[in-house]
């Protein structure tokens, strides 16, 4: 079989970027025919996640070709990460379209050589990286758009920009003026108010992501990091309009190595089942009077717990939270001694790790992608609490889809300026329900892990999908 390099292009945000990895790597474990490089760049503000990604970057069967962080002063009127995301891609944009067109005039050079240059197959690019599909146009190679997120988000994207394009609805005005929207790729009607801002901000939806969702459509497939058996929905609501779609998951994010981890150790000492997990994402944190109503709730509910609590970011930190020196100054007077045997407060959690001990009972989750997938592959059944991005629509496809998660709440919106506290008793009620042992909705999770772990293997789903991808790169 001929042999193939694809170039993978990630997006620098931390979820995307081990996505990516992790999908580079079943390649090539699958595929000994293909051979792959990967383009890393790097927010200028971001040293948690440029960490992460320099602990991944040495894979002897993967080369990686680093950009320099750029200076963090080019980017000071960018509102937000995306936008500041946005605007990194296309400053890298000049330097990618030089290193694919060297590479295509290196095949063309290396006929007679010693040593033959593999033919360069494809980009595969992440879905907030599509400024990247205009080079790969100009130089004739094939592009597939990576979607880091779930189907049935990207269901709605190509629903609103169709309403948009097609018949001009202003579509921050349609969801404003409607309770409840049908989307093809929801068993559910919609409602409203679970809708992210980027369908409600109008410079978001027309600045970014109506761009990135026609841009989709020029690709040649698309590749999403879900299961059939999970999204079927979603994955039928598909039509001729859209390039072919490859679910190819569950990938998961690795982890960050960790050695000799006090609060692992402290974890395997607990009994099965019996530890709340409460994690938010690299970027989630809560206001000092929400993270209050979190610590009353989970102290009057008695479990034990691990919980990843991050100080809000600084004005010119664009979204990233950093770490507190104490948490008495943001926790009730006495939480920490209170739940000094029962729990562990700390900044960065290795989250795989926690949900795969058997002691992990239950996990408080933003609903990013990443998490949910990480929840089905353990079995730990999630409490829904979105914070941003597309994390509303996940947590209801979630509970009133898929029935495979509990509600703490599915329309918290960090973007919104008139965001209630979540009160103390509703979280109370969303934990006592996540960590109920015999709840119908931990029996479905623990079904879906078996599922999840099947689509992979040789006769599984995802393992099919990716050979028709494969196929249609040759």
Not at 4 to 29: D, T
Not at 133 to 159: C, H, Q, R, W
Not at 297 to 308: D, H, K
Not at 367 to 388: D, H, K, M, Q, R
Request: net charge negative; glycine share 6%; proline share 6%.
């Amino acid at each position: 079989m001929e042999k193939l390099e694809l170039f993978f292009i990630p997006s620098p945000l931390m979820g995307h970027v081990g996505q990516a990895i992790e999908l580079a790597r079943l390649f090539i474990k699958r595929f000994h025919h293909l051979t792959i490089t990967v383009l890393v760049i790097k927010l200028p503000n971001d040293p948690i996640g440029t960490d992460y990604i320099d602990s991944f970057t040495k894979d002897d069967r993967i080369k990686f070709i680093h950009f320099p962080p750029m200076d963090l002063d080019l980017f000071q009127d960018c509102p937000t990460v995306g936008f500041m995301n946005d605007a990194v891609i296309n400053r890298h944009k000049p330097i990618i379209r030089e290193l694919v067109a060297s590479r295509l005039t290196r095949f063309n050079e290396s006929g007679s050589s010693f040593d033959p240059v593999n033919r360069l197959g494809a980009l595969v690019v992440d879905m907030f990286c599509t400024p990247v599909i205009d080079v790969a146009k100009e130089l004739n190679v094939p592009t597939y758009v990576f979607f880091t997120s779930n189907a049935a988000f990207l269901g709605s994207m190509f629903y609103f920009q169709t309403l948009d394009d097609e018949l001009d609805q202003d579509i921050s005005e349609l969801v404003q003026s409607r309770t409840e929207i049908v989307v093809p790729s929801y068993a559910n009607p919609v409602p409203s108010r679970v809708l992210p801002s980027l369908f409600l901000d109008k410079d978001q939806w027309s600045k970014r992501f109506i761009g990135y969702t026609r841009k989709y459509r020029l690709a040649k497939g698309i590749i999403v990091n879900t299961f059939l058996e999970l999204e079927q929905q979603a994955l039928l609501s598909f039509d001729d309009k859209t390039p072919p779609v490859y679910p190819v998951g569950p990938l998961l994010k690795p982890e960050k190595p960790t050695r000799n981890d006090e609060v692992l150790q402290w974890l395997h000492d607990q009994p099965k089942s019996s530890v709340l997990l409460l994690c938010f994402g690299s970027r989630g944190w809560f206001e000092p009077d929400q993270v209050r109503e979190l610590a009353v709730a989970i102290e009057r509910s008695g479990y034990r717990f691990i919980w990843s609590l991050r100080r809000p970011p600084d004005g010119d930190q664009k979204g990233f939270p950093s770490e507190y020196v104490d948490y008495n100054e943001v926790l009730p007077g006495g939480f920490l001694e209170r739940t000094a045997g029962k729990g562990k407060v700390l900044g960065w959690v290795p989250q795989a790790e926690v949900l795969a001990d058997v002691a992990t009972g239950g996990f408080v989750s933003h609903c990013g992608w990443n998490s949910v997938l990480e929840s089905l592959w353990y079995g730990v059944p999630i409490a829904t609490w979105p914070i941003y991005a597309e994390q509303q629509l996940g947590a209801f496809q979630m509970v009133k889809d898929l029935g495979l998660a509990v509600e703490i709440s599915l329309d918290y919106n960090q973007m919104n300026k008139n965001q209630k506290l979540v009160s103390a008793e509703e979280i109370e009620r969303g934990i006592r329900d996540v960590m109920d042992s015999d709840s119908a909705v931990r029996a479905r999770v623990k079904k879906m892990k078996a599922t999840a772990r099947m689509a992979l293997e040789e006769d599984g789903s995802s393992f099919a999908s990716l050979s028709r991808l494969v196929d249609d790169i040759m």
